[in-house]
């Protein structure tokens, strides 16, 4: 005959197991989501520091497409260029003085100062003359995120090579 009253079945979990249970999957889904929060912003953030670069890249171009320019036309090699903080875009034939004005991006994907919507980004074209010959460019883009300034800065010498 069996003994009902010491016969134990295992037929349930208990409330101590199924309380475990949902506290590793808060935490794990906890850490799963921060982790990929944090991921989502590093993209942003590593997003706008390619843009960055590039708009400081094309600030140096910018400057040096003016004194070739300046070349072909028989011009002196910093006409249109000349000291000072400036600005200007791929459009620009001479910079113009640094109004602290944000960068528009037209329907084509290009940064300009004319048309198009506002951007987050301000570029500032440096020129000092370091001798007759050559100019130090320094260009800093700036823009904000996560209502922190952020910026970017590349710098680099240009020469009279003709």
Do not use: C
């Not at 249970?21 to 794990?28: A, G, N, Y």
């Amino acid at each position: 005959m069996k003994n009902f009253f010491f016969q134990k079945e295992n037929s349930g979990f208990t409330l101590l197991e199924v309380l475990t249970s949902v506290f590793v999957l808060v935490i794990t889904s906890l850490t799963i989501f921060s982790l990929l929060s944090a991921s989502i912003f590093s993209l942003s953030s590593l997003k706008d520091r390619f843009v960055a670069f590039y708009l400081a890249q094309e600030g140096i171009e910018i400057v040096k497409n003016i004194r070739d320019s300046n070349f072909l036309q028989g011009a002196s090699w910093l006409s249109g260029i000349g000291t000072g903080d400036k600005q200007g875009d791929y459009l620009s034939t001479s910079l113009s003085p640094y109004s602290d004005t944000y960068l528009k991006q037209d329907s084509s994907g290009f940064f300009q100062y004319g048309s198009g919507s506002d951007t987050k980004f301000k570029r500032k074209i440096n020129i000092t003359q370091i001798d007759p010959n050559r100019v130090r460019v320094t260009v800093e883009v700036s823009w904000m995120e996560k209502g922190r300034p952020q910026s970017f800065t590349l710098v680099e010498e240009i020469t009279n090579w003709y």
